[in-house]
Each structure stands twice: as structure tokens, then as C-alpha cells.
């Protein structure tokens, strides 16, 4: 599936940490889930590789990723080798990885608190938008598309409710970023690719615009723009 041009190489002057002497791989698709340990890793000045991931191509679906995936799905982290599935499990790690980054917060009750958010964006967030995404996967009456939509959406709107509420007066979900920040940004903007309109939550809308502005979520969605052109060059 894959070659090693495919793979680009980012190196970074890292922190000191058991992350640097591991060989990690990141499987990572534009537009997917897999934005949120690669804006981890970014953060965490990790030496990592990239092997891209092209969904229109059903690539999740080979032989050869089912393999180290049974789950078809991203992201998955080869660390030295041994695969690693689902964004909570890898801020964990990345945490205990890279404990100088800030991955998840330093004090435990924060932590747990984040991983909380995460949760939430994983099995509360996440499983809405794949519904918007593909109503048909999901209920295949005929004509109930337009039906299934409607109804995700006034599920989303309540869950955005919750977290404007949960970042009112706060620039991050903490004192600082933390991986909560990217993961809940990333079903954001998820929301905001389908064209669903929830620009009344101004909470949220000033937390995607200062997610934007980090240097990390930058770098990440440069990559993730060249990536998409490569993908469209070579469809
Ligand atoms: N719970 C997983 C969700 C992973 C997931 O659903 N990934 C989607 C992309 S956002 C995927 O790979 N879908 C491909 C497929 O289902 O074949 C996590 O948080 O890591």
C-alpha cells in the first residue's frame, strides 16, 4: 500500500523523553480523526514518520492494514512496531511518551478530566458526525437520509451547546492546550465541513480560530493540504 516516498519524514528538535528512542509511525487520512495525535505529536516535537492513508481508495481495507487494524480504521500508531488504536489511548501514551509536552494535563484530577473530554468527543461527538457523514450506513429506508440528517443534527447542536458552555471565558478546555483541545476542534470542524451552522456558539467558534493559530494544528493542516492535492494528482 505503501511505499517510503509516501511516508514523508518530519524531524523535530524534540524534548528529551522515552518518545525519542522509539520508532513511531502515525497511519493518518485528511479530513479523519487522525488529526488529533498528529497535532499531538507535532506539539510534543516527536520524530515520527507518516504513512498516508487514502480513504477514496479504500486503503484502510487492505489485507495489509486489516493486518495491524482489524478495525479499518485511523488513526493507528506503530510504536516500534507493536499498533496502537483509538485517540484516547494514544494521548495517554503520547502523555507518558512525551511527558514534558502537555499532551494531557499535569495534575491528575485535570487529566482524568481531559480524558473525560476525549470520551466524549469519541463516543459522544464522533459516531454523529459519521451518521451525518453516511446516513445510508446507518438506516437504509428509502428517502430517510435527508430524515437522518435532521435528527444528527439537532444531536450536534446539543453537544456543541455543552461545550460552548464548558469554554465560556476559558481559551482552552484548561489552563492550556491539551489534547482534549485538538480532538474536540477536530469534531468541530468536522461539523463545520458538512456546512451545518453553529456560529452561534461563539465559544467554540473563538476556540477553532486559536486552535488555528498554533503553530502544531498549522503545520498539520498544511500537511494535510498537500496530502489531499497528492491524493487528487493522483486519482
Ligand atoms: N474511536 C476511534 C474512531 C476512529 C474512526 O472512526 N476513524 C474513521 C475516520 S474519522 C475511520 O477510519 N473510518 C474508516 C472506516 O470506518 O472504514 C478513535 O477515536 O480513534
Redesign the pocket.
Known amino acids: 500500500m505503501h511505499n517510503s516516498t509516501s511516508g514523508l519524514q518530519w524531524n523535530y528538535l524534540g524534548y528529551s523523553s522515552v518518545g525519542e528512542s522509539m520508532k513511531i509511525t502515525l497511519y493518518y487520512?485528511p479530513v479523519?480523526?487522525s488529526l488529533v495525535p498528529l497535532i499531538s505529536l507535532n506539539e510534543a516535537g516527536a520524530d515520527f514518520e507518516i504513512k498516508p492513508v487514502n480513504?477514496r481508495k479504500a486503503e484502510?481495507?487492505s489485507a495489509e492494514y486489516l493486518r495491524m487494524n482489524p478495525k479499518?480504521?485511523?488513526?493507528l500508531l506503530l510504536i516500534d512496531g507493536k499498533p496502537l488504536?483509538?485517540?484516547?489511548a494514544m494521548a495517554l501514551w503520547m502523555t507518558r511518551a512525551f511527558p514534558k509536552a502537555g499532551i494531557l494535563p499535569a495534575d491528575s484530577e485535570n487529566e482524568v478530566r481531559a480524558i473525560s473530554i476525549m470520551a466524549w468527543c469519541?463516543s459522544g461527538i464522533?459516531p454523529h458526525l459519521?451518521r451525518f457523514n453516511s446516513p445510508l450506513k446507518f438506516c437504509d429506508t428509502p428517502g430517510s437520509e435527508e430524515g437522518t440528517q435532521r435528527m444528527v443534527a439537532k444531536e450536534l447542536d446539543h453537544v456543541f451547546e455543552v461545550a460552548n458552555d464548558m469554554l465560556s471565558g476559558r481559551e482552552y478546555f484548561f489552563d492550556k492546550w491539551c489534547a482534549a483541545d485538538s480532538h474536540f476542534f477536530w469534531t468541530w470542524r468536522r461539523a463545520i465541513q458538512f456546512k451545518l451552522d453553529f456560529s452561534k456558539y461563539r465559544n467554540c467558534v473563538a476556540h477553532c480560530e486559536r486552535m488555528q493559530q498554533r503553530p502544531a494544528v498549522k503545520k498539520a493542516l498544511d500537511f494535510e493540504k498537500q496530502l489531499q492535492e497528492q491524493f487528487a494528482k493522483a486519482a
Open positions: 487520512a479523519a480523526c480513504m484502510q481495507m479499518h480504521k485511523v488513526p488504536t483509538e485517540n484516547v469519541a464522533h459519521s
